[in-house]
């Protein structure tokens, strides 16, 4: 009547759109590294957030 949804029906439906906008992200990384890899352009990897720690105390 009030249209009232459960804790439990809300995560469920958060978990799906988490999901699938999870599913456009990775698509959208494929999509800019296929056309990096056309354009013959070399990509900036990130580093890991451990690495630049580590490199920090190395200093």
Do not use: P, T, W
């Not at 804790?7 to 439906?13: D, G, N, P, S, W």
């Not at 699938?20 to 900036?44: G, R």
């Amino acid at each position: 009547m009030f249209g009232f949804i459960s804790a439990r029906e809300q995560l469920v439906k958060e978990r799906q759109k988490n999901a699938a906008m999870q599913a456009q992200i990775a698509k959208a990384n494929s999509d800019i590294e296929y056309l990096a890899m056309m354009a013959d352009i070399e990509m900036e990897q990130e580093e890991d957030e451990q690495e630049v720690q580590d490199h920090g105390e190395e200093e």
